[in-house]
């Protein structure tokens, strides 16, 4: 395959992703609330309910990375094909394009409220903080404020819903407008219909299989959290390690020889394509390096658990810390206390208890308390956690497992 089909191939598909993401972000945002107290929630509901909702959030997921290589490719192709100082302006859209698809990443991160994106935007917004003279402000207007609250997801929420999709939208529509033989081809009845066929079996692939990722809800207290941005933000974050110094470095200094070098292309002088490949090759080599010396250093670093996984693990610790004392490390109702004072605790690893009793009783019983001697947990656990602990004491202790 020669530059030109990668090139004009990497314009539909980037084109395709872009409308499946506007397509599927719209579906998401009739089910997700953009409150501080329910937005986990409402994903941790799309997520349970799977089907159709927990397609979409995969679709969208997955999508937001497939676009940011398919326009990544797209733009290094136009380079490379020295078609930059030929069409100018369909650079500069393109170039706008993907920036507004990397802010469009930088904001949507936050939005499903879990604890990597939480930590992880707290860490960006440092970044932003670095900047020299604007930093604060820009930083206090994402914010909404001086501190993380209850306006910055709003704030997020906004322009990652309304202002990026709206200029999104014009930008691309200027594009199409252009009358650029690439983009009127793509247009062309084949591909459209190839294009829908591709996107289809994407669509089943992506989701079916794969869901996207959800922690555990943001917890503002729990300062160990160690945060990773997306892959595509690795090298960035290594960067960062060797300008810890000057951090404006690496978010004032960067971004900006970045940017005008990108919009400066078309005026600097014709360059051979040998030097273009050098260049190109340059450019993702140190990309490369950088990712892969993150990736390395990170190597140790326990795995990012799933919801579901983590929920487990801490229901396990709470169950060990809560009510060990009176049901046992294992279950049986032998805990010190029960011994001690003689209580009733049921055996959880006897089929009897379970005959006896049904999941509401189990989350009441931990909610409320029961008889004299089973003390009540509504303020120490949430509703979430208390139906962890029903599934983590049928994972370990009913009979049948
Ligand atoms: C101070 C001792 C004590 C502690 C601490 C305690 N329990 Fe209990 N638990 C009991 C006793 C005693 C019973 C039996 C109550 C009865 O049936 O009258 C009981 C009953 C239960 C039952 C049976 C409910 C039913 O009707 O099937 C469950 C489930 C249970 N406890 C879970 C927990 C969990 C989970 C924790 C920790 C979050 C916990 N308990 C902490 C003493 C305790």
């Known amino acids: ?161 309304s202002i990026i999709p709206v200029l999104l939208s014009f930008t691309s529509i200027i594009l199409i407008q252009s009358q650029w033989e690439p983009i009127k081809e793509l247009l062309s009845k084949s591909s459209i219909f190839f294009g829908t066929i591709l996107g289809m079996i994407l669509i089943y692939f992506l989701t079916y299989s794969i869901s996207a990722p959800l922690e555990l809800p943001a917890n503002p207290i729990d300062v160990e959290y160690i945060p990773r941005p997306e892959w595509y933000f ?6 960062g390690k060797y300008v810890e110094w000057a951090p404006w470095i690496r978010s004032a200094l960067l971004p900006l020889a970045g940017t005008l070098f990108l919009f400066g292309i078309p005026f600097l002088k014709q360059n051979s394509s040998k030097q273009r490949y050098m260049i190109a090759a340059g450019w993702c080599s140190i990309w490369l390096i950088l990712t892969g010396i993150t990736l390395y250093a990170d190597r140790n670093l326990p795995d990012k658990l799933d919801y579901e996984a983590a929920m487990f693990v801490q229901a396990d610790e709470n169950y060990q810390s809560l009510c060990y004392d009176c049901h046992g490390a294992t279950g049986k109702g032998d805990g010190p206390q029960s011994k001690t004072f003689g209580l009733e605790s049921p055996d959880f690893t006897l089929m009897t208890y379970w005959k006896q009793t049904n999941d509401d009783q189990i989350i009441k019983a931990i909610k409320d308390g029961k008889g004299k001697d089973m003390p009540d947990f509504k303020k120490k656990l949430t509703q979430h956690q208390i139906e962890a602990l029903l599934n983590m004491m049928k994972i370990s202790y009913h009979p049948n497992n």
């Open 1 to 161: 395959m020669n530059v030109q089909a990668i090139f004009k191939l990497s314009a539909g598909i980037s084109f395709l992703f872009l409308s499946l993401l506007m397509i599927s972000g719209w579906g998401l945002s009739g089910g997700y609330i953009p409150s501080d107290s329910e937005a986990f929630s409402s994903i941790l509901y799309l997520r349970k309910m799977g089907g159709i909702g927990q397609m979409i959030r995969s679709l969208h997921f997955y999508l937001s990375s497939g676009l940011i290589i398919s326009g990544f490719i797209f733009l290094i192709t136009f380079f490379l094909l020295g078609y930059v100082s030929q069409y100018v302006k369909q650079w500069y859209f393109s170039l706008a394009l993907y920036f507004l698809i990397v802010g469009s990443c930088f904001t949507g991160y936050l939005l499903p409220m879990d604890q990597n994106a939480f930590w992880g935007t707290q860490v960006r917004l440092g970044i932003v903080e670095t900047i020299p003279l604007l930093g604060l402000t820009i930083a206090n207007l994402l914010r909404g404020g001086l501190t993380f609250g209850s306006e910055t997801l709003s704030r997020f929420f906004t322009i990652h819903g």
């Open 234 to 239: 690795l090298w960035l974050f290594e960067f």
